[in-house]
């Protein structure tokens, strides 16, 4: 049976910016079960300066926007990056992420790598993919998979 979280996996791991981060936190606690760990205000205490949250067995740290270095999403014109959870029960998982807020942008299916998988984007602009690990395929068996998708994908 193929691990839930693949060795060499965490929940996750980055440090994001967000408009908002008290209430970041907050949606953050309801969409994912996050535990926060610390929370640093600006000097005037109006503002989260920097806050570790724990989702999973890993750390997210965040932070409010400081023009023009630091801008979230939402003032940046979108994403590049796609926050990955590796978590048992994916569809638990998802289904509480859009209960809390978040926009579906991939529902959840089982895909041609192994994962039971979806794509959510939080009301920050941040996208965060949901997977539970399913089966175990080797490279090659990936590749093969991946044709015989592509090939169903372009009749469609």
């Given at each position: 049976?193929?691990?839930?979280?693949?060795?060499?996996?965490?929940?996750?791991?980055?440090?994001?910016?967000?408009?908002?981060?008290?209430?970041?936190?907050?949606?953050?606690?309801?969409?994912?079960?996050?535990?926060?760990?610390?929370?640093?205000?600006?000097?005037?205490?109006?503002?989260?300066?920097?806050?570790?949250?724990?989702?999973?067995?890993?750390?997210?740290?965040?932070?409010?926007?400081?023009?023009?270095?630091?801008?979230?999403?939402?003032?940046?014109?979108?994403?590049?990056?796609?926050?990955?959870l590796?978590?048992?029960?994916?569809?638990?998982?998802?289904?509480?992420?859009?209960?809390?807020?978040?926009?579906?942008?991939?529902p959840?299916?089982?895909?041609?790598?192994?994962?039971?998988?979806?794509?959510?984007?939080?009301?920050?602009?941040?996208?965060?993919?949901?997977?539970?690990?399913?089966?175990?395929?080797?490279?090659?068996?990936?590749?093969a998979?991946?044709?015989?998708?592509?090939a169903?994908?372009?009749?469609c």
């Amino acid at each position: 049976m193929a691990k839930p979280i693949p060795d060499g996996f965490h929940s996750l791991t980055p440090h994001i910016v967000v408009t908002d981060g008290a209430a970041a936190i907050e949606f953050y606690k309801k969409a994912f079960g996050a535990q926060e760990l610390f929370r640093l205000m600006t000097p005037d205490g109006k503002a989260v300066m920097h806050a570790q949250l724990r989702i999973g067995d890993s750390v997210l740290m965040l932070g409010g926007e400081m023009p023009p270095r630091a801008l979230s999403p939402k003032n940046r014109g979108g994403t590049s990056v796609y926050l990955h959870l590796y978590l048992t029960d994916a569809d638990a998982a998802f289904d509480r992420a859009v209960k809390a807020g978040c926009t579906v942008k991939m529902p959840m299916s089982d895909t041609f790598w192994g994962d039971r998988y979806g794509v959510v984007e939080d009301p920050f602009g941040h996208q965060w993919s949901i997977a539970t690990h399913k089966r175990d395929f080797t490279q090659e068996q990936i590749a093969a998979n991946a044709k015989e998708f592509m090939a169903t994908m372009s009749k469609c």
